[in-house]
């Protein structure tokens, strides 16, 4: 059973950047996809990027191309998303979820190749 705690959001003002941390325990961090998903108020919780176990491979979704970077720390058991030129659309509950299942990048990007899944980390963006 594996375990995720995200940790590293906050307010911040547009333009400005943070960095997520998700801490993993309770099972082999090495052989997880991790993902980062994020849902904001009123809407359906999306696809934001994924980090494969086997090579490192990254995913990303289009709004946040060029912006953030999804990486993997395994001797630390952690993933991370920088998250750089915030915008207020960016404002939503961040989550971070890890699959072992046997994918590519392209195919994390669905929530239900995700087993298990952290409590969540708020993200506010300011105008």
Do not use: H
């Not at 960095?19 to 934001?48: D, H, I």
């Not at 072992?100 to 506010?124: E, F, I, K, P």
Request: charged fraction near 15%; aromatic fraction near 12%; glycine fraction near 10%.
């Amino acid at each position: 059973q594996v375990r995720l705690v995200e940790s590293g959001g906050g307010l911040v003002q547009a333009g400005g950047s943070l960095r997520l941390s998700c801490a993993a325990s309770g099972g082999a961090f090495t052989s997880y996809n991790m993902g980062w998903f994020r849902q904001a108020p009123e809407k359906e919780r999306e696809f934001v990027a994924a980090i494969t176990w086997s090579d490192s491979k990254t995913a990303y979704t289009d709004s946040v191309k060029g912006r953030f970077t999804i990486s993997r720390d395994n001797a630390a058991n952690s993933a991370y998303l920088q998250m750089n030129s915030l915008r207020p659309t960016d404002t939503a509950v961040y989550y971070c979820a890890a699959s072992d299942l046997w994918r590519d990048a392209a195919g994390l990007t669905q929530d239900s190749s995700y087993a298990y899944w952290g409590q969540g980390t708020q993200v506010t963006v300011s105008s």
